[in-house]
């Protein structure tokens, strides 16, 4: 049995019931497609804006270094030659 079956099964009971309104339905589709999204998120694993830019920040200067090294090295070549 899929698990939408069972969620479906287990709100109609409660309807049935009559300790359900159609609040709480909506309130349990809410957290039920945020659980969801969350759980999709994760697997994605994503990284917020701001964690985005300190690790741009990183390498753009671990970049400029490098460039640098590279011109140093050019340099020590031509004065060898």
């Known amino acids: 049995m ?3 079956k069972i969620l479906i099964d287990r709100l109609v009971k409660l309807i049935d ?3 359900l309104t159609s609040k ?18 994760n697997k994605l694993n994503l ?4 964690e985005f ?9 671990i ?6 090294l590279k011109k140093k090295k050019k340099i020590k070549k031509a004065k060898k030659s």
């Not at 990284?47 to 701001?50: K, L, S």
């Open 2 to 4: 899929s698990k939408t």
């Open 53 to 61: 830019e300190i690790q741009k920040a990183r390498l753009d200067k």
């Open 47 to 50: 990284v917020t804006r701001d």
């Open 63 to 68: 970049q400029e270094e490098l460039g640098k």
């Open 24 to 41: 709480d339905i909506g309130d349990e589709i809410k957290n039920s497609l945020n659980y969801k999204k969350e759980r999709v998120i």
């Open 17 to 19: 019931e009559g300790l």
